[in-house]
């Protein structure tokens, strides 16, 4: 168990979510080894293949089970998540050590990325270097969340941070790259936001029709590639 010293809470922590769903903290920061547990914990309740659940969705620190309360109710579920959540801690996780790479061609600046020039303004850097900077690492999908398919990428390098617009944008491209404070991401429709905008790829992040809607899933991995032109 781990204990946050400013709020003195005690994790892992189960919290009630409703009449239907429970909430397992495992943090309460961003942090890459609490986000592996949370995918960790991700399998483990999936291969329990307990009747009453009906949804995971896991997030940067937490993990909400949604269930049927006809089935099991909260007293029950909430022991059996308890049990899971400990034999989690013993299960190695060796899909976070080879994780899938998700590679986005982006065309950076321009009428792609308008935001581009002021960013490296305010970094003090080149255009050149702040694109040298940001495709230059392999960014850990920490969530999916906001709209369908846009990843919340976390890793990046910060002398690229940047807060967010003051006014968010009405429209933002489908496509669009956007920093906000010390993470990146890509809309994958368009969309209102205040993001960033630093470069556009042309890549199909949500298909409803798909098997697989999402074509960057959490846990996953992104590199970005930078390119000239988009790939008509």
């Known amino acids: 168990m781990a204990t946050n010293e400013a709020s003195g809470t005690t994790y892992p922590r189960l919290v009630p979510a409703g009449d239907s769903a429970i909430v397992i903290e495992l943090g309460s920061e961003i942090d890459p080894n609490v986000n592996d547990q949370?995918?960790?914990?991700?399998?483990?309740?999936?291969?329990?293949?307990?009747?009453?659940?009906?949804?995971?969705v896991p997030t940067y620190r937490s993990l909400l089970?949604?269930?049927d309360p006809l089935v099991s109710r909260f007293v029950e579920m909430n022991e059996r998540?308890?049990?899971?959540?400990?034999?989690?801690?013993?299960?190695?996780?060796?899909?976070?050590?080879?994780?899938?790479?998700?590679?986005?061609?982006?065309?950076?600046?321009?009428?792609?990325?308008?935001d581009l020039d002021s960013l490296a303004e305010h970094t003090?850097?080149?255009?050149?270097e702040v694109i040298d900077i940001h495709s230059g690492i392999d960014y850990?999908?920490?969530m999916i969340g906001f709209a369908p398919g846009f990843p919340y990428l976390g890793g990046l390098d910060q002398r690229i941070a940047m807060p967010r617009l003051k006014t968010p944008r009405v429209s933002v491209p489908a496509g669009s790259v956007g920093i906000a404070e010390s993470q990146t991401g890509v809309y994958p429709?368009?969309?209102?936001?205040?993001?960033q905008l630093i470069?556009?790829?042309?890549?199909?992040?949500?298909?409803?029709?798909?098997?697989?809607?999402?074509l960057i899933t959490p846990g996953s991995k992104v590199?970005?590639?930078?390119?000239?032109?988009?790939?008509?």
């Open 38 to 56: 949370i995918y960790s914990l991700v399998k483990t309740v999936e291969m329990a293949g307990l009747e009453a659940v009906r949804e995971l």
């Open 65 to 67: 089970v949604s269930y």
């Open 81 to 114: 998540l308890a049990e899971l959540v400990d034999r989690s801690k013993d299960r190695p996780d060796k899909e976070a050590e080879q994780a899938r790479i998700v590679e986005l061609p982006v065309v950076y600046g321009g009428d792609d990325g308008p």
């Open 124 to 128: 003090n850097l080149s255009v050149q």
């Open 140 to 142: 850990r999908v920490y």
């Open 189 to 195: 429709n368009a969309s209102p936001g205040g993001w």
């Open 199 to 214: 470069g556009r790829t042309l890549a199909k992040l949500f298909d409803v029709s798909s098997k697989s809607p999402s």
């Open 223 to 232: 590199r970005f590639v930078s390119v000239k032109s988009h790939d008509r």
